[in-house]
């Protein structure tokens, strides 16, 4: 633990690993005279799904950079380092704390996860101290604006609410009308990259870990080495200046680009013209903000056209908004649906990438090496997959929460159990996001030298998908 004093602090403020916002309003708030931070490696954190081993390191580096930043502030941090001490959990952490170092009151962001929201609730609830919970800011709305936007709805619609929420900010619109007339350019963003292949791509920025991340890897290394992944190549960012050099690297080189191949696939090609701000954007390293500033500034100095900044704008302000306000409206029941009455087992070979069918192994290896998958890639590829199989979509869920460096639950649960299982039964989604192994063959290459026929259902060269495919319309066949 590091601290540079060890009076009694006035209000202590607990900060989670996914709250490393720079412009933190309880930080900003704080009397570096009487007040202290809390922060917490825990290894519950790590284990409370079989975490990948670039997602612990990511979320350890950059929590450990914060720290430093707000020390070099003269903010006092009571900061606990996974070995250092035995506490296996974060409530455990706090506890110790509380009662060695009695604060008058304790303050926090409300967490994105309701597991761990309950554990810090219970556990200053028994310390009989006041817990002062402040909604995190660095989301665009309050969930207030949601829940009246949700209202009675019984199937709310994200492209209703993105409409809603682009002109209740004015963003890609003029004179009350979206830009161009149009809300949404979904259909020119479907293209595939056709017999040629993508052309030149140009390279991912890359972070070399400094010397706090070099400790991370070594740490994460010894102590959770049975974990998944790898971190040879792990080069995500992890301090804000990181963050904002990687959106400025997506605005400047793919961008233009992104929209109209978001849906694409490649043989070894992980990132392509993704933005990869996602685990920035998680970490709170990055403003949302502030990307979609950025996004609507290359629109104006005609950097990119129109159709691919409104595809990433939707990400933004549309999923990223959407699936936060449909978590924290239906939580704690929704981690439980399984409306499809799915019960198989997650495939063995999702943690080993050890399949024959090609498309499978690229994105398994690809997410085992980098922690890593972008958006088609997870809802077309392994979660079409899970949900033609029948596999559990708790099962499902806890696979893309440990696999991915960006999974925190409240953007996770929602898009793996509403979007891509169909779990809560058309709730989030219209319908679920099944096709055969066409689709694959229309938006990559991974059917070329594959073993199975994407148009054969049956036979020996029988692709999986389509064979499944036409299993999961039998099956469910009086339900739709």
């Known amino acids: 633990m590091t601290s540079k004093t060890k009076a009694l602090p006035d209000r202590l403020v607990v900060i989670l690993g996914d709250h490393l916002d720079p412009a933190h309003p309880l930080v900003a708030a704080l009397n570096p005279s009487r007040d202290a931070v809390f922060m917490a490696e825990v290894r519950e954190e790590a284990t409370h799904v079989w975490s990948h081993k670039a997602r612990i390191a990511l979320f350890l580096s950059a929590m450990r950079h914060f720290r430093d930043d707000l020390e070099a502030r003269g903010i006092k941090v009571r900061y606990f380092t996974l070995d250092s001490h035995s506490h296996a959990s974060l409530s455990a952490t706090l506890a110790a704390e509380l009662a060695a170092h009695r604060p008058q009151r304790v303050a926090m962001l ?112 010894r102590e959770f080495p049975e974990h998944p992944g790898a971190l040879d190549t792990f080069d995500w960012p992890v301090t804000p200046a990181d963050a904002q050099m990687a959106l400025q690297d997506f605005v400047d080189h793919r961008l233009a680009s992104f929209g109209t191949y978001q849906d694409a696939m490649w043989t070894g090609e992980p990132f392509l013209y993704h933005s990869l701000l996602s685990p920035s954007l998680n970490l709170k390293l990055l403003n949302p903000r502030d990307v979609l500033d950025a996004a609507e500034i290359s629109l104006q100095d005609n950097v990119a056209p129109l159709a691919c900044v409104e595809g990433f704008v939707r990400q933004i302000l549309g999923w990223r ?160």
């Not at 292949?197 to 920025?205: E, V």
Request: glycine letters at 6%.
């Open 110 to 221: 409300q967490a994105g996860d309701a597991r761990v929201q309950a554990a810090i609730e219970a556990t200053v609830q028994r310390a009989e101290l006041p817990l002062e919970v402040v909604e995190d800011p660095h989301f665009l709305f309050e969930l207030k604006t949601f829940q009246d936007w949700l209202g009675q709805r019984k199937q709310p619609r994200l492209e209703h609410f993105y409409r809603a929420m682009r002109k209740q900010t004015g963003i890609l619109m003029q004179d009350g009308e979206p830009l161009d007339g149009q809300w949404n350019f979904d259909v020119a963003n479907r293209a595939s990259f056709g017999r040629q292949g993508p052309a030149q791509l140009p390279p991912p920025p890359a972070f070399s870990p400094d010397r706090v991340t070099r400790d991370v890897i070594r740490l994460v290394n």
């Open 321 to 480: 908004e959407y699936a936060r306000g449909i978590y924290q409206a239906r939580m704690p029941e929704y981690a439980e649906l399984n409306a499809l009455d799915a019960e198989q087992d997650l495939p063995a070979f999702f943690w080993t990438a050890d399949t024959d069918m090609v498309c499978l192994r690229e994105v398994l290896a690809q997410t085992l090496r980098y922690g890593y998958a972008h958006h088609i890639q997870r809802l077309m590829i392994t979660g079409l997959f899970c949900l033609l199989l029948g596999v559990r979509p708790q099962r499902v869920h806890a696979w893309y929460l440990a696999a991915y460096v960006d999974a925190v639950e409240w953007a996770e649960l929602p898009n793996t159990l509403g979007m891509s299982q169909y779990a809560d039964g058309g709730y989030l989604a219209s319908k679920p996001y099944v096709a055969s192994g066409k689709y694959i063959n229309r938006m990559s290459n991974y059917c070329k030298g594959c073993r199975y026929n994407p148009a054969h259902a049956s036979g020996d060269d029988a692709c999986p998908y389509t064979t499944l495919y036409w299993d999961f319309l039998v099956r469910h066949r009086e339900r739709f």
